[in-house]
C-alpha cells in the first residue's frame, strides 16, 4: 500500500506543531496513520451510487415561527421577591472590585 504519509511528513507537521518526537513516537504515528488512511482507501472503493445522502437521520422539517413583535408574558414573576430594583432592573451586587483593575477603568 502506497501512503500519502512519509517519515519526512510526520517530521515536517512535528515542526508545524512544534512538538517533540522520539523516533519511537514517529514509528508509531507514521504506522497509525498509514492505518487510519488506509481505511479511507477501503471506504473509496464502496459502490454508493444508490445510497441517498443522509442530512440529519430524520426526515422531520424545522418549522419556524413569524419573527415579529412579542409580549413578554412573565414579566413580574420573581421581581416582586427580589432584594434591590433600580429604574425597572434588578440590581446585583458587584462582580468585580470597584477600586483598580480594568473593570473600574483605573490604570495598574
Not at 454508493?48 to 413580574?76: A, H, I, M, W, Y
Given at each position: 500500500?502506497?501512503?500519502?504519509?512519509?517519515?519526512?511528513?510526520?517530521?515536517?507537521?512535528?515542526?508545524?506543531?512544534?512538538i517533540?518526537?522520539?523516533?519511537?513516537?514517529?514509528?508509531?504515528?507514521?504506522?497509525?496513520?498509514?492505518?487510519?488512511?488506509g481505511?479511507?482507501?477501503?471506504?473509496?472503493?464502496?459502490?454508493?451510487?444508490?445510497?441517498?445522502?443522509?442530512?440529519?437521520?430524520?426526515?422531520?422539517?424545522?418549522?419556524?415561527?413569524?419573527?415579529?413583535?412579542?409580549?413578554?408574558?412573565?414579566?413580574?414573576?420573581?421581581?416582586?421577591?427580589?432584594?434591590?430594583?433600580?429604574?425597572?432592573?434588578?440590581?446585583?451586587?458587584?462582580v468585580?472590585?470597584?477600586?483598580?483593575?480594568?473593570?473600574?477603568?483605573?490604570?495598574?
Amino acid at each position: 500500500m502506497s501512503s500519502p504519509i512519509s517519515p519526512e511528513a510526520i517530521y515536517h507537521l512535528a515542526q508545524l506543531a512544534r512538538i517533540e518526537l522520539t523516533s519511537e513516537e514517529k514509528n508509531r504515528l507514521l504506522a497509525d496513520l498509514q492505518k487510519i488512511l488506509g481505511h479511507f482507501e477501503e471506504l473509496q472503493k464502496l459502490d454508493l451510487s444508490g445510497v441517498e445522502p443522509l442530512t440529519g437521520g430524520t426526515l422531520q422539517k424545522n418549522v419556524f415561527r413569524e419573527d415579529g413583535e412579542r409580549t413578554c408574558t412573565n414579566s413580574g414573576k420573581g421581581r416582586e421577591s427580589f432584594p434591590s430594583k433600580h429604574n425597572g432592573y434588578l440590581k446585583v451586587p458587584p462582580v468585580f472590585p470597584t477600586e483598580g483593575g480594568s473593570a473600574s477603568g483605573g490604570e495598574e
